[in-house]
């Protein structure tokens, strides 16, 4: 099974994801709540294409989250 992390569709997406996630910490009270829920809805597009591609979701959104969490600290 090839289970590489190539840029594409759902990149954006995680980026996105994450930047919304780091920010939600940042705030206090519900609003973090909602923040942190948009964030998470946001990987619902390349968890779709990975269940659509056969893989793994939660391992390829794991390493997409480790790559985009290395470019940012990078």
Avoid: W
């Amino acid at each position: 099974q090839n289970d590489s992390v190539v840029a594409g569709g759902g990149a954006i997406e995680m980026e996105l994801s994450k930047y919304l996630r780091d920010y939600s910490r940042t705030i206090p009270g519900k609003q973090q709540l909602l923040i942190g829920a948009y964030a998470k809805a946001l990987e619902i597009i390349p968890r779709q294409l990975c269940d659509n591609a056969g893989f793994d979701a939660t391992n390829i959104l794991n390493k997409l989250r480790a790559k985009h969490a290395q470019v940012g600290a990078g």
